[in-house]
């Protein structure tokens, strides 16, 4: 199982900050802009905005907030002139790792991200030498106390995901990507919320890592996810939940 996907729970449970309460108003601003830009401002004809508007919901974002990242996406208000890219890179132990950027300077982004990986055991790769080690699915992480294994299965396996599977703590729950908004929907209307349900990059396989080459790559991700023009780091390193909270402790 993946070590993202405990890396996700674990954050999650994890008493947010004044400071990391912007930054996740942040990345989920740029997100409905870019969303919006993409595929326009209504959420009924478009599933990424969809998505984002209900990211911004669960963090209890105001309405107005919403409405002017939308507006800005779709150039109603002016704003800066944002631009999506995918970066590819390695962390300790081979690990391949997809950074998605929103920014409005890539240069200086492309520059800042090689010294944040080098810093921590890291080097940029070349477009698609990472990529085919992910698939594009739907990615839903259940805590274990919302409901037991033959509930979950029930309810997710009927709306249409691929898999239940068991990460320790928590369910990872996957799906196509077009099942997405169904089976996170079916969770819903069984009363249960979900630390986390995005539709990313899944990894294929993983990379076990443990002791000092875990450490140095749960603080690359740290990293990576601290920096504001980084929306989502998507790698495929596996890791007991016992590194993880001493990298954070």
């Not at 729950?173 to 990313?200: H, M, Q």
């Not at 390193?237 to 001493?246: H, T, Y």
């Amino acid at each position: 199982m993946s070590g993202h996907s405990k890396w996700a729970t674990i954050k999650h449970k994890k008493a947010a900050t004044d400071a990391k309460r912007g930054k996740a108003f942040t990345k989920i601003i740029r997100e409905l802009s870019i969303a919006a830009r993409s595929g326009g401002a209504d959420p009924d004809s478009n599933p990424r905005l969809r998505t984002a508007i209900q990211a911004a919901k669960n963090e209890n974002m105001p309405n107005d907030n919403i409405e002017r990242a939308i507006l800005r996406g779709t150039g109603q208000l002016e704003g800066e002139q944002l631009e999506e890219v995918m970066f590819e890179g390695y962390g300790p132990g081979g690990v391949g790792l997809l950074v998605s950027v929103v920014t409005s300077n890539r240069n200086r982004t492309v520059g800042e991200l090689r010294h944040m990986l080098s810093k921590n055991g890291g080097n940029m790769a070349e477009t698609g030498a990472v990529g085919w080690m992910f698939q594009r699915k739907g990615d839903i992480i259940v805590p274990k106390t919302a409901a037991d294994e033959d509930k979950m299965m029930g309810i997710v396996l009927d709306a249409g995901a691929e898999d239940l599977r068991d990460d320790g703590s928590a369910w990872e729950v996957t799906t196509p990507p077009e099942a997405f908004e169904k089976v996170r929907d079916a969770l819903a209307a069984a009363g249960i919320k979900p630390d986390t349900a995005e539709v990313s990059w899944v990894p294929q396989n993983y990379v076990k890592l443990a002791g000092q080459q875990a450490q140095q790559m749960i603080r690359l991700v740290e990293t990576l996810e601290e920096y504001d023009d980084v929306q989502h780091v998507y790698a495929n390193f596996d890791v007991d939940e016992s590194e993880i909270q001493a990298a954070i402790a």
